[in-house]
């Protein structure tokens, strides 16, 4: 009964402090302390009531279990990392957003690849993943090669579309404008229409920064060598190891939150003239 209590008062305490910085102004220190505060109360409750409760391990482990877990398995935690993220996510990442946008720029370019190009896109990306994979797996072997595949197919249409519809951004008067300069396609792609279509293409790569991971950890469950993030998290179920389960769903969210952070202050950089920008 303690530990019950013990979740009600972290419970009210998170909220109250929580309460009282949404009513002052905003400022750098209060939009980081709010979500801090609220994830902090969060993991305190969930350890107050996974010990008031007596909730079994094999359910749901305490934080305090995974946090043990983590600091013990660090090697297989990286390993798995590398495997996953640098080898799998990150190269199929760069692979499908590239030819994204080499190929939005050609349906750009000649406008009868829009009819052609643009359903295949939609008709990929209606695909499920949990279908390809294993096709994928079969035709490149189950190294870091076909969970890169599984992310270009991901990626792909996301950056396809947004970079597609970033490029038409600009209106007919700037475009006009450029050709009174006796601007060529070329010169108006680089000075004009890249730079409008900049928040459009990030908008997708920061989209395609979520699917990669997801896309990576889930072909890993269709045939992975002995390491990789899917691969351990499959494994640990079925030997009940569901501490490791969460260490490893942790290392995802941090990379994930990491890698969709990354691209929202290099966005933040490139795009500083526009509104969504400005503070």
């Not at 043990?68 to 398995?73: D, G, L, P, V, Y």
């Not at 597609?164 to 007919?172: C, I, R, S, Y």
Request: charged residues 10%; contains cysteine.
């Amino acid at each position: 009964m303690s530990w019950l209590i013990l979740a009600l008062v972290i419970w009210a305490a998170g909220w109250t402090i929580n309460g009282w910085l949404a009513r002052r102004p905003a400022t750098r220190l209060t939009s980081l302390a709010v979500p801090l505060i609220f994830g902090v109360t969060l993991v305190a409750v969930w350890e107050a009531l996974v010990w008031g409760l007596e909730i079994s391990p094999v359910l749901l482990p305490a934080p305090s279990i995974i946090a043990t877990r983590f600091a013990a398995s660090t090697g297989i935690l990286w390993e798995d990392f590398v495997q996953t993220v640098v080898k799998g996510a990150l190269s199929g990442y760069a692979m499908g957003c590239g030819s994204a946008f080499l190929i939005a720029v050609m349906i750009d370019r000649f406008p009868f690849l829009r009819r052609g190009l643009l359903p295949v896109g939609n008709f990929v990306a209606a695909l499920p993943v949990i279908g390809m994979a294993p096709i994928l797996v079969m035709w490149f072997g189950f190294d870091w090669q076909s969970k890169a595949a599984v992310v270009v197919v991901m990626v792909f249409f996301p950056m396809l579309v947004n970079t597609v519809q970033g490029l038409q951004a600009t209106d007919v008067m700037q475009r006009d404008l450029m050709r009174t300069y006796a601007a060529g396609y070329w010169s108006t792609l680089f000075k004009l229409r890249l730079p409008a279509a900049m928040p459009f293409i990030f908008n997708g790569l920061k989209i395609a920064s979520t699917l990669a991971l997801i896309g990576a950890i889930v072909a890993e469950f269709f045939g992975s060598p002995i390491r990789g993030m899917g691969f351990r998290i499959s494994t640990s179920v079925g030997q009940l190891a569901l501490d490791l389960v969460w260490a490893e769903i942790v290392v995802a969210a941090i990379v994930g939150s990491a890698f969709y952070g990354g691209v929202a202050l290099i966005e933040r950089a490139v795009t500083f003239w526009h509104p969504s920008q400005r503070r």
